[in-house]
């Protein structure tokens, strides 16, 4: 599968199975994503995920007595079992290091249910979303993981076969079945939707995601290169001399290529049983010379 995104976005790679902002506030997350908007439980998964990343040991319950409030309270809150109050997020966002405008604007989320307010809590949720569903390499392996013959839904085992963690693939989930790309039937089957493609991040953000997104595709390659065996992968690279003119339709070429091995991975008489990533880079190894320069 194509990332989602790629429609709107054509520096996009490409997620194969093998047989297969708008800104709601000056204060950012370290990976870019705006830190006010709608939805306070998101923001507290997005925090949560990022001080994982830092240290792998770091569990609810530190994340919990960071917060001042008992663990079972906290996850209850992750996980959406439990409703946040005004004051729980008062609480909260102090403990967080939010300044007065942002922990309000989380309060009001909550304290306003007119129809014009929630449709812009709506926008808000979907435009952070859009960012890190369009960031986060994991998003489009779990839609892939839903084609698998042997797909469980369930979290812990997305996480498991993903290798993140329980709570990223809880957030994840969420994601993307606000953002409509997946679908979850009465009969508990999971099946992915690519129907919802509407782009509504402002362009600088969606450019970002890309990159971060991209930057993530190359750190994976590179474990890849050292942990699977050879037999399971194809790490190969050409240096090329190119007219500059060119480099246009060796686009499209690449272009056409991914498209053609999609296909072929995805032919209706194929069971996959693996999620691949395709990463394609070409990129100048000289210097471009300005015009002034000689």
């Known amino acids: 599968m194509q990332h989602f995104a790629a429609k709107l976005l054509q520096e996009s790679g490409s997620s ?26 998101s923001y507290l998964q997005i ?7 830092k240290n792998p040991k770091y569990s609810i319950r530190a994340f919990a007595r960071s917060l001042g409030v008992h663990s079972g309270t906290l996850s209850a809150i992750l996980s959406g079992k ?5 004051s729980m997020v008062q609480l909260l966002g102090k403990k967080l290091g939010l300044s007065p405008s942002e922990i309000d604007q989380f309060r009001l989320a909550i304290r306003h249910t007119d129809e014009n307010h929630q449709i812009q809590i709506t926008f808000h949720q979907l435009s952070q979303d859009s960012f890190v569903s369009i960031s986060e390499w994991y998003h489009d392996a779990i839609l892939e993981l839903t084609r698998l013959p042997g797909f469980l839904p369930e ?6 076969r993903l290798s993140i963690s329980v709570v990223e693939a809880n957030a994840a989930l969420e994601r993307l079945k606000r953002l409509g790309l997946l679908k979850i ?3 508990g089957t999971w099946t992915a939707s690519y129907e919802n493609d509407t782009n509504i991040l402002d362009p600088d953000f969606s450019s970002v995601a890309m990159r971060k997104y991209q930057k993530q595709v190359l750190e994976l390659s590179t474990i890849a290169l050292e942990e699977v065996p050879k ?28 498209y053609e091995l999609a296909s072929y991975c995805q032919r209706p008489d194929v069971d996959p049983d693996e999620v691949y990533q395709l990463s394609v880079s070409f990129f100048p190894l000289t210097r471009h010379k300005k015009e002034n320069e000689k």
Do not use: N
Request: hydrophobic residues 35%; contains cysteine; charged residues 30%.
């Open 185 to 187: 039937q009465d009969i």
């Open 231 to 258: 037999t399971l992968r194809d790490h190969t690279s050409t240096t090329l001399a190119i007219r500059k003119a060119d480099i246009h339709e060796i686009k499209q070429k690449i272009k056409k290529f991914r």
């Open 155 to 160: 979290s812990k085992w997305i996480a498991g």
């Open 16 to 41: 194969l199975y093998v047989a297969g902002m708008q800104s709601f506030g000056s204060k950012q997350l370290d990976d870019g994503i705006p830190s006010s908007s709608a939805d306070f439980r």
């Open 47 to 53: 925090e949560f995920v990022g001080r994982c990343r």
């Open 82 to 86: 439990r409703k946040l109050s005004e």
